[in-house]
């Protein structure tokens, strides 16, 4: 995803749909982690965009199912105000 986050968008969708799919029926302890440290050519303005596309993908099967949510530039704090929760209000 950090080198070619456009590239893979599909690929990071259908990797949801599908753990998505499998784990739904898993207990409530089984979380999600949508990327783990985001980084490199995923900004934090595409990241913003893609990790709200995600979420809707798992949110199909796992309404209710704990998901962290990190921000670019390898989850640091130093852009953790550019992470747009606000988006979560709409999936």
Known sequence: ????????????????????????????????????????????VLWNKLYTEALGTVRKKNPERTVIVGPACWNSIRCLDKLELRALSKI
């Open 1 to 44: 995803m950090g080198k070619d986050p456009l590239g893979n968008r599909e690929k990071l969708l259908a990797f949801w749909r599908q753990i998505g799919e499998r784990y739904s029926n898993r207990p409530n302890e089984v979380l999600f982690e949508l990327l783990n440290e985001p980084n490199g050519e995923l900004t934090p």
